[in-house]
């Protein structure tokens, strides 16, 4: 049931782009999205809801797919400041939902000068 | 900003004792998490909490248990310690409901010997 992240870990140079998926094979309610810096707590990036829409947040944004159960994480011209676990967190449940989450095992990002 | 505050930032303890970790927020949130971090796991959710006194199995809840007395106050029980639940542990709280984001304290490094 956990959500498949991929891919595990991925190296950039300042200014490239990278895409990070996350996977689930149950129906998905809502996918959120994290970042961990090293010795630091997770932060919250954002929440895709189903219905497909796509968001952004600065120079990050992600897209859901609903029906292929899938959300993409998308990094457009990396900055030094992107470095960290990426972790995606789903939700299967419609309505029901006591707010828990299933998190996948996350992408380690590092960007390099 | 919301707060998220854990007891401890390391913690050590020997095989056997009875370890508390203490997990406080201030954003009146009804939903309170207690996750472990191992590398290259992810995040694996042990116990949740959608009210006071209310609380439910996560994915790994064995060896622990949780206490709910006061709703901004989460704390979780080893209830004897073993080298095994040597790891980081997050806690995390957020609005009720499915949707809301999770806030994140800063772990508690928890060594047993």
């Known amino acids: 049931q956990q959500p498949v992240q991929s891919p595990q870990a991925v190296i950039l140079r300042e200014g490239e782009d990278a895409v990070i998926n996350c996977s689930s094979s149950?129906?998905?309610?809502?996918v959120h999205w994290y970042r961990q810096k090293h010795g630091e707590a997770p932060v919250f990036l954002m929440i895709?809801?189903?219905?497909?829409e796509q968001k952004g947040h600065d120079k990050i944004s992600a897209s859901f797919n609903e029906k292929k159960q899938q959300s993409s994480l998308y990094l457009t011209a990396s900055q030094l400041s992107y470095s960290g676990t990426y972790f995606c967190?789903?939700?299967?449940?419609?309505?029901?939902?006591?707010?828990?989450?299933?998190f996948g095992k996350g992408t380690k990002l590092s960007v390099k000068p | 900003d919301v707060k998220v505050t854990q007891s401890s930032r390391y913690l050590v303890k020997r095989t056997g004792e009875k370890v508390f970790l203490e997990c406080v927020q201030d954003?009146?949130?009804?939903?309170m998490f207690w996750y472990r971090q191992d590398p290259g796991l992810g995040l694996r959710l042990i116990y949740f909490?959608?009210?006071?006194?209310?609380?439910e199995k996560g994915d790994i809840p064995e060896g622990y248990s949780v206490s709910r007395e006061k709703k901004e106050r989460f704390s979780l029980i080893l209830e004897s310690a073993s080298t095994n639940q040597t790891s980081m542990y997050l806690c995390?709280?957020?609005?009720?409901?499915?949707?809301?984001?999770?806030?994140f304290g800063d772990g508690t490094r928890l060594s047993i010997l």
């Open positions: 909490s959608y009210d006071v006194k209310m609380k």
């Open positions: 149950k129906a998905l309610y809502s």
């Open positions: 954003m009146d949130h009804e939903n």
């Open positions: 995390a709280s957020s609005q009720g409901g499915s949707g809301q984001p999770q806030h």
């Open positions: 895709l809801l189903k219905g497909g």
């Open positions: 967190g789903t939700d299967p449940y419609y309505g029901g939902s006591q707010g828990n989450l299933i």
